[in-house]
Each structure stands twice: as structure tokens, then as C-alpha cells.
Antibody, heavy 126, light 107 residues
Framework: EVQLVESGGGLVQPGGSLRLSCAASGFTFSNYWMGWVRQAPGKGLEWVANIKQDGSEKYFVDSVKGRFSISRDNARYSLHLEMNSLRAEDTAVYFC???????????????????WGQGTMVTVSS | DIQMTQSPSTLSASVGDRVTITCRASQSISSWLAWHQQKPGKAPKLLIYKASTLESGVPSRFSGSGSGTEFTLTISSLQPDDCATYYCQQYDSYPVTFGPGTKVDIK
């Protein structure tokens, strides 16, 4: 079964740090772009970051640039989101998601998010 | 950044009704649009990608259309299990952006 399982969420003080992880199974992890999407309580979905199959390209939403980093370990089928200088507005459920893959002119682009994890809650509060 | 809007924001319809949700992009995204369904407390689920391609396993009562800046998601015969919030997502360019969502419930 294709599955993504997030972990690492919790309560953290403003200015603090947290590392989220996502364990993938049921598919060849190294073949896919991966990403993080978050959802603040009662709000809509907000894309956070994407990482290419080999980790050579990374993209972030402006609001987290310089504070968050994304990485992956293809051997361990895992994705990570390192979050620093956390703010109250970072409070959200964080979902890990797989990019289905788009082959255009010999290059693979992320495409739509076709597999989602169940999410892990991050609360930034004093 | 490409802004996505959706209408209506909420929709109440009867079982068996045909339901249409509209998504608009602030600039052309060709057909690089997906629709996701999210039920309370659950992860989103991909329904449609490339504007009109049905994801495997999704009931055929769901369909998508459009290109450029205007897109629609149609449920041909609303079922109780379709009560959810629906989000459009553009993946034409970074930053990836989602619409604000349309909440669908049964009248």
C-alpha cells in the first residue's frame, strides 16, 4: 500500500525549532518529487516546500524562506522539514505529499499532489 | 504569484443534484490544475489532475473541465459521501497555490 506517515509535530515556543519527518512506503521514493503542505486551524491549504527526486532543487513559499529547510534521504525513504525561528502563524497541520510527476521535454516536474499523509500538528505558542 | 479563486465558497444541494464549482486563476495556467477533496480531520484526496483527468479510483460522477484561467469541477449526481471541502490547486509555476476552498453539504 502506498503510504506517507508524518511525525515530529508538537508544541514549541515562538522562536523555537522543530523537525518534521515523513516516512514513505509502497512506492519507489527516489522517483518522485516530494512536498509539504500546511493547513492552519479552520483555514485552507498552503503549499510550503518541494524537493526534487535527488534533492538538487528545492522551492519554498516566501513566508518560510530562510527559516525552513527541506531534505530527503532516499535510502531511508524519508522526507524532512526543518523549521527554525517559528512564529505563531506557522501553527498548522503539516501534510507530506507526493508529486505525481510530469514528464515534459525529458524533465520530470512535480505535477499534482497525488498521495498525502495524515498530517502532524505544529503549535507555536508560549 | 498566481492567485486562485473559487466560487461559491459554500454550496448546499440535495442528493442527486448536479453541482458545479468554479475555479479561476489570475493568469493562464494552461491545464495544470488539480482538484482535491478534503473531509473534516482528514488529508486531502486527489480527484482530478491536468484539469480533466480523473484520478484512478475516483467515482465517474466527478468531472473537470477548463483551461487557461477558468476551470470547473462537476459532480453529476451529489451523494451523501460527497460532503466535503473542495480545493483547486495550480501547479503551473512556483509558488504552488490553492484556491480558498468550496464547502459542499447536503440540503
Amino acid at each position: 500500500e502506498v503510504q506517507l506517515v508524518e511525525s515530529g509535530g508538537g508544541l514549541v515556543q515562538p522562536g523555537g525549532s522543530l523537525r518534521l519527518s515523513c516516512a514513505a512506503s509502497g512506492f519507489t521514493f527516489s522517483n518522485y518529487w516530494m512536498g509539504w503542505v500546511r493547513q492552519a486551524p479552520g483555514k485552507g491549504l498552503e503549499w510550503v516546500a518541494n524537493i526534487k527526486q535527488d534533492g538538487s532543487e528545492k522551492y519554498f513559499v516566501d513566508s518560510v524562506k530562510g527559516r525552513f529547510s527541506i531534505s530527503r534521504d532516499n535510502a531511508r525513504y524519508s522526507l524532512h522539514l526543518e523549521m527554525n525561528s517559528l512564529r505563531a502563524e506557522d501553527t498548522a497541520v503539516y501534510f507530506c505529499a507526493r508529486g505525481q510527476g510530469l514528464l515534459i521535454s525529458g524533465q520530470i516536474y512535480p505535477g499534482a499532489f497525488d498521495i498525502w499523509g495524515q498530517g502532524t500538528m505544529v503549535t507555536v505558542s508560549s | 504569484d498566481i492567485q486562485m479563486t473559487q466560487s461559491p465558497s459554500t454550496l448546499s444541494a440535495s442528493v442527486g443534484d448536479r453541482v458545479t464549482i468554479t475555479c479561476r486563476a489570475s493568469q493562464s495556467i494552461s491545464s495544470w490544475l488539480a482538484w482535491h477533496q478534503q473531509k473534516p480531520g482528514k488529508a486531502p484526496k486527489l480527484l482530478i489532475y491536468k484539469a480533466s483527468t480523473l484520478e484512478s479510483g475516483v467515482p465517474s460522477r466527478f468531472s473537470g473541465s477548463g483551461s487557461g484561467t477558468e476551470f470547473t469541477l462537476t459532480i453529476s449526481s451529489l451523494q451523501p459521501d460527497d460532503c466535503a471541502t473542495y480545493y483547486c490547486q495550480q501547479y503551473d509555476s512556483y509558488p504552488v497555490t490553492f484556491g480558498p476552498g468550496t464547502k459542499v453539504d447536503i440540503k
